[in-house]
């Protein structure tokens, strides 16, 4: 399948690892970096298990696939490869693809900004980096519209009774719940409380609530439930759980800009406010409001999203035709209790 070897550069943003595949992948079928994520969902998995899952990978991570743009407007491309499936969009993963194109040369940096546009399978993200000395300071990504579906939709869980969740898309679908209605705080010590938490919530969401992008069809699942909170300086406190369970280190930037179009869709931000968001364990993104949109016949807001990541290391994966372990493996003592949902 590959030829040698995968090159990968390894970042993190804000905590949250987003390793970067600039070399070895193989040729993904598709016109579309949306229909090379449906072909990686739907008919060959083998590069997304191969890099996401043990023995080359642990559970708190990402890796992404940079690839050549497919539009013309695009300087790259890329797709986000995570343990149940590629997804279309991630704020911190563009974070770490930006800087990692940009620290690494394969994007030309100019300082003091480079602007990098990015062919997503959700659409085309503006990133305009701030850069000093051949670094990558900092990333704000103009990000897809942002757009509420549904404000306080019911739904009813065996454990915690009926519970409100706002969805939204902010890149792709999220339910986003206050956390006190789960009976938790967002601290560390409750990640894995919270990830089974959010976990359990997903999969009832799946039987109770249904959503479909206006303008991409296959965009018709809610992708995480984002728990939040708020801080006594006003910072959204956010805490985005994963399957098959685990929480988001970074502040979450396609969960930010959710909740960013259920503030404006609640009247609570207009065109220019801005918020913090803030991690379970201290990382910032600022998120703001620079304008609105439509998408299809629904209300959006234009969000930007600001943060940092940092290139640490590089490494090479290579195929070994014996190798036991192509396809990977996932054991429930550190990918948690629902590891079976993942095949």
Same mark, same amino acid.
């Given at each position: 399948? !590959?030829?040698?070897?995968?090159?990968?550069?390894?970042?993190?943003?804000?905590?949250?690892?987003?390793?970067?595949?600039? $070399?070895?992948?193989?040729?993904?079928?598709?016109?579309?970096?949306?229909?090379?994520?449906?072909?990686?969902?739907?008919?060959? +998995?083998?590069?997304?298990?191969? @890099?996401?899952?043990?023995?080359?990978?642990?559970?708190?991570?990402?890796?992404?696939?940079?690839?050549?743009?497919?539009? *013309?407007?695009?300087?790259?491309?890329?797709?986000?490869?995570?343990? +149940?499936?590629?997804?279309?969009?991630? $704020?911190?993963?563009?974070?770490?693809?930006?800087?990692?194109?940009?620290?690494?040369?394969?994007?030309?940096?100019?300082?003091?900004?480079?602007?990098?546009?990015? +062919?997503?399978? =959700?659409?085309?993200?503006?990133?305009?980096?701030?850069?000093?000395?051949?670094?990558?300071?900092?990333?704000?990504?103009?990000?897809?519209? =942002?757009?509420?579906?549904?404000?306080?939709?019911?739904?009813?869980?065996?454990? !915690? $009774?009926?519970?409100?969740?706002?969805?939204?898309?902010? $890149?792709?679908?999220?339910?986003?719940?206050?956390?006190?209605?789960?009976?938790?705080?967002?601290?560390?010590?409750?990640?894995?409380?919270?990830?089974?938490?959010?976990?359990?919530?997903? =999969?009832?969401?799946?039987?109770?609530?249904?959503?479909?992008?206006?303008?991409?069809?296959?965009?018709?699942?809610?992708?995480?439930?984002?728990?939040?909170?708020?801080?006594?300086?006003?910072? @959204?406190?956010?805490?985005?759980?994963?399957? *098959?369970?685990?929480?988001?280190?970074?502040?979450?930037?396609?969960?930010? /800009?959710?909740?960013?179009?259920?503030?404006?869709?609640?009247?609570?931000?207009?065109?220019?406010?801005?918020?913090?968001?803030? /991690?379970?364990?201290?990382?910032?993104?600022?998120?703001?409001?620079?304008?609105?949109?439509?998408?299809?016949?629904?209300?959006?807001?234009?969000?930007?999203?600001?943060?940092?990541? !940092?290139?640490?290391?590089?490494?090479?994966?290579?195929?070994?035709? +014996?190798?036991?372990?192509?396809?990977?493996?996932?054991?429930?003592?550190? !990918?948690?209790?629902?590891?079976?949902?993942?095949?």
């Amino acid at each position: 399948m !590959w030829k040698n070897s995968l090159e990968l550069l390894l970042v993190h943003c804000q905590g949250e690892i987003g390793k970067v595949i600039v $070399g070895g992948a193989p040729e993904i079928p598709g016109a579309s970096i949306l229909d090379k994520m449906n072909h990686i969902n739907t008919v060959d +998995d083998r590069l997304r298990r191969f @890099v996401t899952f043990e023995p080359r990978a642990h559970v708190a991570m990402t890796v992404n696939l940079a690839l050549p743009p497919t539009r *013309p407007d695009a300087d790259a491309g890329f797709i986000v490869l995570q343990a +149940d499936r590629a997804h279309p969009m991630s $704020g911190s993963n563009c974070i770490c693809v930006v800087t990692a194109l940009l620290e690494s040369g394969r994007v030309r940096m100019v300082e003091p900004e480079t602007v990098v546009r990015l +062919d997503t399978a =959700a659409g085309l993200i503006t990133a305009r980096a701030r850069c000093r000395g051949g670094r990558c300071l900092s990333v704000s990504l103009d990000n897809v519209p =942002a757009f509420a579906l549904d404000i306080d939709a019911q739904v009813k869980t065996p454990k !915690w $009774g009926t519970i409100r969740a706002d969805i939204a898309f902010g $890149g792709v679908f999220y339910a986003l719940v206050d956390v006190a209605q789960v009976g938790l705080a967002i601290v560390p010590d409750n990640a894995r409380a919270l990830a089974e938490a959010g976990i359990a919530i997903k =999969a009832l969401l799946k039987e109770q609530v249904k959503v479909a992008h206006p303008e991409i069809a296959s965009l018709d699942e809610i992708a995480y439930v984002m728990f939040r909170d708020r801080d006594a300086d006003g910072a @959204v406190r956010t805490c985005t759980t994963l399957k *098959p369970g685990r929480v988001d280190r970074s502040p979450c930037g396609t969960g930010s /800009s959710a909740n960013l179009a259920v503030l404006h869709a609640r009247g609570e931000v207009k065109t220019g406010d801005a918020r913090l968001s803030r /991690s379970i364990i201290g990382g910032t993104f600022r998120a703001e409001a620079i304008g609105e949109a439509a998408v299809g016949n629904i209300r959006a807001v234009l969000p930007r999203i600001t943060g940092e990541a !940092w290139v640490y290391g590089r490494e090479e994966l290579r195929i070994d035709p +014996d190798d036991p372990f192509p396809r990977g493996f996932a054991l429930s003592d550190t !990918w948690g209790p629902q590891v079976g949902e993942l095949g």
